[in-house]
T-cell receptor
Framework: GENVEQHPSTLSVQEGDSAVIKCTYS??????FPWYKQELGKRPQLIID?????GEKKDQRIAVTLNKTAKHFSLHITETQPEDSAVYFC??????????FGSGTKLNVKP | NAGVMQNPRHLVRRRGQEARLRCSPM?????VYWYRQLPEEGLKFMVY????????ESGMPKERFSAEFPKEGPSILRIQQVVRGDSAAYFC??????????FGQGTRLTVV
């Protein structure tokens, strides 16, 4: 089955700096890669996703890049703000069957 | 997404009792995924169901845990004879073919 690894497990940045979270996956058949943000005590919420026919997708301060050959994808947050502090999860999926999640990255944005 | 409803939000059970967790999908969603999250940890896949069918239960413990998604009504995750190690947040996510998965607010199970 699929195996998704996520790094780093914790990330601390100064407000205004950029943050990058990286994930690798093992199953080359995976074709959908969502990113979720989970605030303390709340549900994971989708913040951005990318499908395998696209190399990059951007939504305001958030972008995701995908390298299918290397089987890795990354989340980029620019101009970080304190409200970006949360746990971020990547996931990989084939044709919207079982989602495999990374172990999470706890992002702390220091004001 | 407010459309995925889980209840109860909090559930306290004594060791040996049964826990029933419910997940009502968003309208039109026929795929349900259950995940368990221990404190400070990630989301561990448990089971994937479509209406009346278990598609993948590779993440379900072999004993005491079961899940169903009947033709009518919510999906149910049932834990029999709960133990302290079952204490966790249980999230369901629902989707439809070729759509993203939306999570419910979770049920926080505490076994005392």
């Amino acid at each position: 089955g699929e195996n998704v690894e996520q790094h780093p497990s914790t990330l601390s940045v100064q407000e205004g700096d950029s943050a990058v979270i990286k994930c690798t996956y093992s199953d080359s058949a995976s074709n959908y890669f969502p990113w979720y943000k989970q605030e303390l005590g709340k549900r994971p919420q989708l913040i951005i996703d990318i499908r395998s026919n696209v190399g990059e997708k951007k939504d305001q301060r958030i972008a995701v890049t995908l390298n299918k050959t290397a089987k890795h994808f990354s989340l980029h947050i620019t101009e970080t703000q304190p409200e970006d502090s949360a746990v971020y999860f990547c996931a990989a999926n084939y044709n919207f069957n079982k989602f495999y999640f990374g172990s999470g990255t706890k992002l702390n944005v220091k004001p | 997404n407010a459309g995925v409803m889980q209840n109860p939000r909090h559930l306290v059970r004594r060791r040996g009792q049964e826990a029933r967790l419910r997940c009502s999908p968003m309208k039109g969603h026929s795929h349900v995924y259950w995940y368990r999250q221990l404190p400070e940890e990630g989301l561990k896949f448990m089971v994937y169901l479509q209406k009346e069918n278990i598609i993948d239960e590779s993440g379900m413990p072999k004993e005491r845990f079961s899940a169903e998604f009947p033709k009518e009504g919510p999906s149910i995750l049932r834990i029999q004879q709960v133990v302290r190690g079952d204490s966790a947040a249980y999230f369901c996510a629902t989707g439809q073919r070729n759509t993203e998965a939306f999570f419910g607010q979770g049920t926080r199970l505490t076994v005392v």
